[in-house]
């Protein structure tokens, strides 16, 4: 079985430019999430999506980030324009149990993208 | 709103040590409790996991009791390696707002030394 799947894994971009993070899930999985991890800290939750629907984007910074994922499968995570905290590792990560069911759901992450904003 | 502990890291060891990494959580309900692992370079990976109560769950080596009564599910190894320098995460699964979101911990950094 093929695992998550992230790019580009590096980018170095200068505040204020933009830029786009891409991710396919495990063929199969509902559930997709899009984790920051800043550097010394554990990942926080930016969005969660139940195939092509947003369930939890309260930690998104709206006015910068964006993200969609078409067809309930790939995902794309853009911000625009980057600032200097932004840097960090973005991580994705999918499931395949509902959003409704409890217990052990187990979620598969990507290698992750580490960005870079000078 | 739910929350996870973990001790600060760096933890060093040396090979065949033994390994206790604590964490606690806060969580209405009944959250799920799972352990992570991060080498260097790699994404996050299950280690392990329990779903309920006086739960145990274990992977190469690795084990972590489900404790209830003390909110708590510290990592345990009997002789770590070299190999098990990682980032270790401690995580819950719990009902935020009407359905299931996952928090971490800071993560604890484990360096074993030959």
């Known amino acids: 079985e093929a695992g998550v799947a992230q790019s580009p894994r590096y980018k170095i971009i200068e505040k204020r430019q933009s830029v786009a993070f891409w991710c396919n899930p495990i063929s199969g999985h509902a559930t997709l999430y899009w984790y920051q991890q800043i550097l010394g800290q554990g990942p926080k939750l930016l969005i969660q999506f139940q195939n092509n629907g947003v369930v939890d984007d309260s930690q998104l910074p709206k006015d910068r980030f964006s993200a969609e994922r078409l067809k309930g499968v790939d995902s794309t995570l853009k911000i625009q324009p980057a600032k200097l905290e932004d840097s960090a590792v973005y991580l994705c990560?999918?499931?395949?149990?509902?959003?409704?069911?409890?217990?052990?759901?187990?979620?598969?992450f990507g290698p992750g993208t580490r960005l870079l904003v000078l | 709103g739910n929350s996870v502990t973990q001790m600060e890291g760096p933890v060093t060891l040396s090979e065949e040590a033994f390994l206790t990494i604590n964490c606690t959580y806060t969580?209405?309900?009944?959250?799920?409790l799972f352990w992570y692992v991060q080498y260097p370079g790699e994404g996050l990976q299950l280690l392990l996991k329990?779903?309920?109560?006086?739960d145990k769950g274990s992977n190469k080596g690795f084990e972590a009791t489900y404790r209830k009564e003390t909110t708590s599910f510290h990592l345990e190894k009997g002789s770590v390696q070299v190999s098990d320098s990682a980032v270790y995460f401690c995580a819950l699964r719990g009902n935020s707002g009407g359905y299931q979101k996952v928090t971490f911990g800071i993560g604890t950094k484990l360096q074993v030394i030959p």
């Open positions: 329990a779903t309920k109560a006086d």
């Open positions: 969580a209405t309900g009944y959250p799920s």
């Open positions: 990560a999918s499931s395949s149990r509902h959003l409704t069911s409890g217990g052990g759901e187990t979620q598969y």
